[in-house]
């Protein structure tokens, strides 16, 4: 069934929420059958002269792509959505509209009682399987970001792998629960979450948005091995690199006193992997 352009732009007017959210209008739709990428298709959009607050989404992607250059399997069923901001803030301030966009649609899903989290730095999962995933691109003019693109990738009917869940499923396996009713609905909670993140980084700040982040992110607590080392997540900075701090296998006897103390490193996104178990149904 094709994108319903009329459905989403009702179930974006509705709600206390929209109400009070005023980037939400007016927002310049275009939705597309199947692209590339609707990143992509964005940047060209601006390129012919699309304002900030353009949203493509589109039924498939050809050309989709993750993190780092990585394909994004992107098949009929999937919701897939990019939408440009102007946001005006230092280049180096770029991860906080990955970490404002994370927080911001898993709110906004929780607030429909999915219980999402995030999987550091860009994943949304569900019954720790990947539901989602954040795709962040600017452009730099004089030190600061010109345009923003965020791209975000849901699976809402569209198969996918073992350590993945489309939204359907965890609906059918959850009955008690009010439902999301379509794609165009799921669409619009995730530009209010997009947005809504935003507002709130730009009215609260990075320290107050990463406290709201971390109660969110399902990594905290875990144990990964890094270089040999048995560390513990304990959560992101600024900058949004993950904060791990590491305990000595052995006591360090230095002077005839024995170090026991334990010391952090941080990682940027993409120099570890924390990676997904596959889970058996069963």
Not at 16 to 25: F, P, T
Not at 159 to 175: A, H
Not at 212 to 231: A, M, P, R, T, W
């Amino acid at each position: 069934m094709a994108f319903n352009q009329k459905q989403l732009i009702q179930a974006l007017q509705n709600g206390q929420e929209a109400q009070q959210n005023k980037i939400l209008s007016p927002l310049n739709l275009h939705i597309f059958d199947s692209v590339g990428s609707t990143n992509q298709m964005i940047w060209d959009l601006i390129e012919q002269g699309s304002p900030a607050e353009t949203v493509v989404i589109a039924e498939q992607q050809t050309a989709g792509r993750g993190q780092w250059g990585r394909q994004w399997i992107s098949q009929f069923g999937g919701l897939y959505l990019s939408i440009a901001i102007a946001p005006n803030i230092t280049a180096t301030n770029a991860p906080h509209l990955t970490l404002s966009s994370a927080w911001g649609i898993t709110a906004a899903l929780r607030d429909r009682h999915i219980p999402v989290l995030i999987k550091w730095p860009n994943d949304l999962i569900l019954t720790n399987r990947k539901l989602g995933g954040i795709l962040t691109e600017t452009r730099v003019r004089d030190g600061k970001i010109a345009k923003a693109v965020i791209g975000i990738g849901i699976n809402w009917t569209n198969p996918v792998p073992p350590t993945g869940i489309n939204l359907q499923t965890f609906q059918q396996e959850n009955l008690h629960l009010e439902p999301i009713t379509s794609i165009e609905n799921l669409a619009a909670i995730a530009l209010k979450g997009i947005l809504t993140g935003y507002q709130y980084l730009q009215n609260q700040g990075i320290e107050k948005l990463l406290t709201s982040y971390q109660k969110l992110l399902s990594n905290i607590g875990s144990f990964i091995e890094v270089d040999g080392n048995k560390g513990e997540i304990i959560g992101v900075n600024k900058a949004g690199e993950l904060r791990v701090k590491f305990y000595p296998k052995t006591p360090i006897t230095e002077n005839n006193y024995i170090n026991t103390s334990a010391w952090e490193n941080s990682y940027s996104p993409g120099t570890i992997s924390l990676g997904y178990e596959l889970r058996n149904k069963n």
